[in-house]
């Protein structure tokens, strides 16, 4: 069955720090994969997605980076972290084999101090 | 102006009632889900629609994709349907999803 991880689930950084949330996949293969930011009392944002390995589409300028190493691993950074960054961030995959289907990471709580 | 808009923002209900969230899109789509987003964050896919109606339990979403308008319904609502209700649109045009602000739905016993 598919099911996606993502982590950690919380974290609190100083400004200026890196940064570094996995999120894996199992149960598919080359799905889409796309890492979204919830500010407090907004939507969802796309921050950036990737259709396989080693492809990755930005949607917003920022100081946050993505990568996809390996299929089904998908990896959002940032070198210097901004006040502005803290949020809540989803990693989603859609499985478009069984009639795109999109399924959610648990989520990333990130405060920035 | 935002590719997908939800109504209402806020929904306080009594336990019990019939229950309608909206959402409205301005793009092409291939589908359109519905998701919910509890307390804690954490997102789950009720439905994806591509045309007509789809029903599970007390919740049924309809899509016209001529007025390019789909809706949720909730029957008897309950207590434990308190929850954020989303709507997301995945684009044919391209692999993006457009995500509507939410609806804070409030069920009170």
């Known amino acids: 069955s598919q099911t996606i991880h993502q982590w950690p689930a919380t974290l609190v950084q100083p400004v200026g720090s890196p940064l570094s949330l996995e999120c894996t996949v199992e149960?598919?293969?080359?799905?889409?994969l796309y890492w979204y930011r919830q500010a407090a009392g907004r939507g969802l944002q796309l921050l950036f997605y990737?259709?396989?390995?080693?492809?990755i589409s930005s949607e917003v300028p920022q100081n946050l980076s993505a990568s996809r190493p390996q299929d089904r691993q998908f990896i959002l950074s940032s070198k210097k972290l901004l006040l502005s960054d803290s949020g809540f961030y989803l990693c989603?995959?859609?499985?478009?084999?069984?009639?795109?289907?999109?399924?959610f990471g648990e989520g990333s709580w990130l405060t920035v101090v | 102006k935002n590719e997908v808009e939800q109504s209402p923002q806020n929904l306080t209900a009594q336990e019990g009632e019939f229950i309608t969230i909206n959402c409205s899109y301005s793009?092409?789509?291939?589908?359109l889900h519905w998701l919910q987003q509890h307390p804690g964050g954490g997102i789950v896919s009720l439905f994806m629609l591509s045309s007509g109606k789809k029903k599970h339990g007390r919740l049924i979403a309809t899509i016209n994709i001529q007025e390019k308008h789909s809706s949720l319904h909730i029957t008897a609502s309950h207590p434990r349907d308190s929850a954020v209700y989303i709507c997301a649109v995945r684009s044919n045009t391209g692999n993006q999803f457009y995500f509507g602000t939410g609806t804070s739905l409030t069920v009170i016993p």
């Open positions: 989603a995959c859609l499985r478009t084999r069984s009639g795109n289907t999109i399924y």
């Open positions: 149960g598919t293969s080359n799905p889409n």
């Open positions: 990737s259709v396989g390995i080693g492809q």
């Open positions: 793009v092409g789509i291939s589908a």
